[in-house]
């Protein structure tokens, strides 16, 4: 038994995790597989239990939006406002899609006005978009487009296509296998685990936070357990954090990731593939708070590329390692968890 299983255990055995799963695939084969505890507190975590991810989301935002590039309806370098006039207002007319992609477009934070707005108001997000001014200008610096990524992507693939963002990636999820989905049909809410809050302190820290305050506290509502565990939230599309997946289904998706002739490349391209995995923008993240490189929807060092979310949830491909791995969690809380588990696979 490899030593990762007694570390999922030992949180449950600490009271820190409530439900969750781990997923390990290596050559395309399933290496490891672990559930512990409930997605509800009586009905036990299966691999087919799903869980909101935060921004473990925003790599499978870009896929889609990158599949659009791949038809030849965009172009990485075509202005946002060629396709979307409204965008190009206030210093924001030269922001490429590929700035949008690899968070350096200046727009890492809904205006002041979100704050006053339902999260389910797409029109009203996008319009304030539209008109804002950036942080920072596009291209010069990183910023993680914590809730706002998802809304900029899904507009510029509406003009470009006609496509809402989630319906298009709902169907290439069910072309290529991958248990994750942007938006929850009614058939899946069933299969759904319903987020708790572990530390109390956890949504205030954020909130209380000059960086992280406003980047995912525009609109209102979106750390909240009662939201995110209503039918409502569930089957809106909020791209840029409202992701269902099973940790198998992370996994499932991180195992086709990477090679030349596997399922991403296929989709994309040679050259897009690479562009979708390879270092597009670096610095220091001015929401992180650390030097980070982006790809054009990733997180990626010298040991992994992939994403974590700010309840808990990860996924990633070891470069180090050589393996795809999915970890979900319904226990809210901070990251110590996931860094346990990475050290564990990638140190053990």
Request: aromatic share 8%.
């Amino acid at each position: 038994m490899h030593p990762v299983i007694d570390v999922l255990d030992s949180f449950v055995a600490a009271g820190t995790e409530p439900g969750g799963a781990l997923c390990v695939i290596r050559d395309g084969e399933v290496e490891i597989e672990h559930q512990v505890g409930t997605r509800d507190g009586v009905r036990p975590w299966d691999a087919e239990t799903l869980v909101m991810t935060y921004s473990v989301a925003k790599p499978f935002a870009a896929l889609t939006v990158l599949t659009a590039v791949a038809e030849g309806a965009l172009g990485l370098d075509q202005r946002v406002a060629e396709v979307w006039p409204e965008y190009a207002a206030a210093g924001k007319e030269a922001t490429t899609v590929r700035q949008v992609l690899s968070h350096a477009a200046g727009l890492p934070s809904f205006p002041e006005a979100a704050a006053d707005l339902e999260y389910d108001d797409r029109a009203a997000l996008v319009a304030l978009l539209a008109a804002a001014a950036p942080e920072h200008e596009p291209g010069a610096a990183v910023a993680e487009h914590a809730l706002t990524y998802g809304h900029l992507l899904d507009e510029i693939l509406r003009r470009a296509t006609g496509e809402d963002l989630a319906d298009r990636f709902a169907g290439i999820a069910a072309r290529h296998g991958w248990d994750v989905h942007l938006r929850v049909s009614p058939a899946d809410l069933g299969r759904v685990a319903d987020v708790v809050v572990g530390d109390p302190t956890w949504a205030p820290t954020y909130l209380a936070d000059p960086r992280w305050g406003p980047a995912l506290g525009r609109p209102a509502g979106l750390l909240d357990a009662d939201v995110l565990n209503s039918e409502r939230f569930r089957t809106t599309s909020f791209p840029a954090i409202a992701m269902h997946a099973s940790a198998r289904g992370l996994a499932r998706f991180y195992s086709d990731l990477m090679a030349p002739d596997g399922a991403v490349a296929a989709l994309l391209g040679p050259k897009l593939h690479q562009a979708f995995i390879g270092p597009a923008a670096s610095g220091h993240d001015l929401v992180l708070g650390r030097e980070v490189t982006w790809t054009l929807g990733f997180q990626v060092d010298d040991e992994d590329i992939g994403m974590g979310g700010a309840g808990g949830c990860a996924a990633w491909w070891s470069l180090q390692n050589d393996h795809a791995v999915g970890y979900v969690t319904r226990g809210l809380g901070g990251h110590d968890r996931v860094e346990a588990v990475w050290d564990a696979l990638e140190q053990g």
